[in-house]
């Protein structure tokens, strides 16, 4: 069941994201040890979502990441999280040809259903191991089109979608909640179990062999999957994170993560039992939609 109707608008906003550029020859052989997708797949121009995870299989990253060049590849994370995935993936680098350096990049983001030309991933660079300025990637939003363009201070890149309606970064993370993804910080937490977030099958491979902590996805995978997920909520009246929804009968199938405003209703996300239907209840007895992330 969706519970967003159509983005019938073209909008665009600005949003802070933390951006780790890896380069060298060998950066892509040492990121596919390490990060759950699969990377050496991954064509030039080519953008997917992954998780980073400690030996044991608990989350410590979830972020997008584009293959910009031969040997070149840009990961962007939500703010205040680039600095521990960089230095994750660091301690593990010894004697590894591949350089990594962090970032504080703007993200100009457009979606609406008349975004024209949406691209793959591209960049500023033209050398295999040459650091971008820009990169242009398609949304990972499941329930918009559009793009992102990531920008570093020194990039000289247009800003894409003229004509697009501006919007402060509080209204788009309504519509994140609304036609986007769970998001690092917001929905996922270091130490969440991936099995549990509603994303494993965007951002982890099951073909492309060992990566840092797949011993906890596989076997989780394997037996049917995790208890609960991230799904989508919406509601006509007001929730709050922490507030729980039950079934009618008074067992409890999930709890609200966030929440936002948007068209006169409440959207957002909630982690429900893996089994909860497609209906749950406020306390009071009001009524919230539940429906998959994708």
Same mark, same amino acid.
């Given at each position: 069941? #969706?519970?967003?109707?159509?983005?019938?608008?073209?909008?665009?906003? =600005?949003?802070?994201?933390?951006?780790?550029?890896?380069?060298?020859?060998?950066?892509?052989?040492?990121?596919?040890?390490?990060?759950?997708? %699969?990377?050496?797949?991954?064509?030039?121009?080519?953008?997917?979502?992954?998780?980073?995870? +400690?030996?044991?299989?608990?989350?410590?990253?979830?972020?997008? &990441?584009?293959?910009?060049?031969?040997? =070149?590849?840009?990961? %962007?994370? +939500?703010?205040?999280?680039? +600095?521990?995935?960089?230095?994750?993936?660091?301690?593990?680098?010894?004697?590894?040809?591949? %350089?990594?350096?962090?970032?504080?990049?703007?993200?100009?983001?457009?979606?609406?259903?008349?975004?024209?030309?949406?691209?793959?991933?591209?960049?500023?660079?033209?050398?295999?191991?040459?650091?971008?300025?820009?990169?242009?990637? *398609?949304?990972?939003? *499941?329930?918009?089109?559009?793009?992102?363009?990531?920008?570093?201070?020194?990039?000289?890149?247009?800003?894409?979608?003229?004509?697009?309606?501006?919007?402060?970064?509080?209204?788009?993370?309504?519509?994140?909640?609304?036609?986007?993804?769970?998001?690092?910080?917001?929905?996922?937490?270091?130490?969440? &179990?991936? #099995?549990? =977030?509603?994303?494993?099958?965007?951002?982890?491979?099951?073909?492309?062999?060992?990566?840092?902590?797949?011993?906890?996805?596989?076997? &989780?995978?394997?037996?049917?999957?995790?208890?609960?997920?991230?799904?989508?909520?919406?509601?006509?009246?007001?929730?709050?994170?922490?507030? +729980?929804?039950? %079934?009618?009968?008074?067992?409890?199938?999930?709890?609200?993560?966030?929440?936002?405003?948007? #068209?006169?209703? =409440?959207?957002?996300?909630?982690?429900?039992?893996?089994?909860?239907?497609?209906?749950?209840?406020?306390?009071?007895?009001?009524?919230?939609?539940?429906?998959?992330?994708?």
């Amino acid at each position: 069941m #969706n519970v967003a109707p159509a983005l019938d608008r073209l909008v665009a906003a =600005t949003v802070p994201r933390d951006v780790l550029v890896v380069t060298g020859p060998e950066a892509a052989v040492y990121l596919q040890g390490q990060i759950s997708a %699969d990377v050496e797949a991954m064509e030039v121009g080519h953008s997917t979502l992954s998780f980073l995870l +400690e030996p044991r299989g608990r989350i410590e990253a979830y972020f997008a &990441i584009s293959r910009t060049g031969l040997e =070149t590849y840009v990961a %962007d994370i +939500e703010p205040g999280f680039g +600095e521990a995935m960089s230095a994750s993936l660091e301690r593990f680098k010894l004697r590894t040809r591949a %350089d990594f350096s962090l970032h504080e990049w703007q993200m100009h983001a457009a979606r609406g259903p008349r975004v024209e030309g949406e691209p793959g991933a591209d960049a500023s660079s033209t050398g295999p191991a040459e650091a971008p300025q820009h990169v242009v990637r *398609p949304t990972h939003w *499941p329930l918009a089109s559009g793009h992102d363009l990531l920008i570093g201070p020194d990039s000289t890149a247009a800003v894409l979608a003229d004509g697009a309606q501006q919007i402060s970064a509080d209204e788009f993370e309504a519509l994140r909640m609304a036609y986007g993804l769970p998001a690092m910080g917001s929905e996922i937490q270091p130490g969440d &179990i991936p #099995n549990e =977030t509603g994303l494993v099958e965007r951002a982890a491979s099951f073909t492309k062999g060992c990566y840092r902590g797949q011993e906890l996805v596989e076997r &989780i995978d394997s037996r049917t999957g995790g208890r609960r997920t991230v799904c989508r909520l919406r509601s006509a009246v007001p929730l709050a994170a922490g507030d +729980e929804l039950g %079934d009618g009968s008074g067992a409890a199938v999930a709890t609200v993560l966030s929440t936002a405003a948007l #068209n006169d209703s =409440t959207v957002g996300f909630a982690r429900s039992r893996s089994d909860a239907g497609e209906m749950a209840f406020t306390a009071s007895g009001d009524q919230v939609q539940l429906a998959g992330l994708f």
